[in-house]
């Protein structure tokens, strides 16, 4: 059962364009939700996380949107950079769980110079 | 450093075979976790341990076992039961008893059966 689906599962940008992955969630008990980012033969890594009691979080050039009554976030990457180029994942979990994380299916994004 | 490192990076395995990954964290984190990443699947949790001595079935559980004697480690054992083990394996680590606090990530095994 995939309880976090995620969309596009690739995406091509060309540099300085807006990168904009979504994610859909079923769990209405699910209250953190991060992006993860990671490198080929790597380990993914935090990128930026959000509550459900706001609608947006910004860090840089990125930011998440948030739709709790859609159940929809996404992830949406400004003025992108070929250092981007990574496969990004969302995930959600529920505050009794820690960090025991659902993961949607990742989406590569590649940046063209 | 602080950080979790997974050992070894490659990992080849004939059929019928058990070979154990190991994951050892220096971040005094309680909780531990194994995942199993796909292509097209994400990570799906094989078994995590909030604490030592005690473990949970994840997700995908079947073919696998792990141990807790020690804070800072959770070996994975991949056992001749699962049936599908090519695959890469990420051990992360987390603060318990926080809200929804950050996962660390190690840097993988790649499995492979030959």
């Known amino acids: 059962q995939q309880q976090v689906k995620q969309s596009p599962q690739s995406l091509i940008v060309q540099k300085g364009g807006i990168s904009i992955i979504n994610c859909a969630y079923e769990n209405t008990a699910f209250d953190y939700f991060p992006w993860y980012q990671q490198f080929p033969g790597k380990g993914p890594a935090l990128l930026i996380a959000?509550?459900?009691?706001?609608s947006e979080k910004k860090e840089g050039r990125f930011t998440i949107s948030f739709n709790k009554s859609a159940k929809q976030f996404s992830l949406h990457i400004m003025d992108s950079q070929p250092g981007d180029s990574a496969t990004y994942f969302c995930?959600?979990?529920?505050?009794?769980?820690?960090?025991?994380?659902?993961f949607g299916e990742g989406t590569q994004l590649t940046v063209n110079p | 450093d602080g950080g979790i490192t997974q050992s070894p990076k490659y990992l080849f395995r004939k059929e019928g075979q058990n070979v154990t990954l190991s994951c050892e964290q220096n971040?005094?984190?309680?909780?531990m976790y194994w995942y199993r990443q796909d292509p097209g699947q994400g990570l799906r949790l094989i078994y995590y341990?909030?604490?030592?001595?005690?473990?949970q079935k994840g997700d995908i559980a079947e073919g696998y076992s792990v141990s807790r004697e020690k804070k800072e480690s959770f070996p994975l054992t991949v056992t001749s039961a699962q049936k599908n083990p090519t695959a890469f394996y990420l051990c992360?680590?987390?603060?318990?008893?926080?809200?929804?606090?950050?996962?660390?990530f190690g840097q993988g095994t790649r499995l492979t059966v030959v």
């Open positions: 995930a959600a979990s529920k505050e009794t769980s820690g960090s025991r994380l659902t």
């Open positions: 971040l005094n984190h309680d909780a």
């Open positions: 992360a680590s987390s603060r318990r008893g926080a809200m929804n606090t950050e996962a660390f």
């Open positions: 341990s909030q604490i030592v001595n005690d473990f």
């Open positions: 959000i509550r459900p009691d706001v």
